[in-house]
């Protein structure tokens, strides 16, 4: 799962995940395939963590780059 900040100003619930209430600057676990649909809204959604596949895709393009 992927790890995303809530930056808004108010609590906010978010059906998506179970209907659960997330506080401002909490941290919460996504879904790896809806991490995009978070992260796309930067005045509201924080990355911290990238999802695990999409983590290993960026670390093969690296080691690409470096050969």
């Known amino acids: 799962m992927a790890r995303v900040r809530f930056i808004g100003p108010e ?3 978010v059906p998506e995940l179970g ?3 997330v506080q401002p600057d ?3 676990e996504v879904p790896d395939e809806r991490y ?3 992260v796309c ?3 509201t959604w924080e990355a911290v963590e990238e999802p695990k ?3 290993k ?3 093969a393009k ?3 780059k470096e050969d």
């Open 41 to 43: 809204q930067p005045t």
């Open 19 to 21: 209907g659960r209430t």
């Open 11 to 13: 609590p906010v619930t």
């Open 53 to 55: 596949a999409a983590a």
């Open 36 to 38: 995009d649909g978070y």
């Open 57 to 59: 895709k960026t670390a």
């Open 26 to 28: 909490e941290v919460v």
């Open 62 to 64: 690296a080691s690409q």
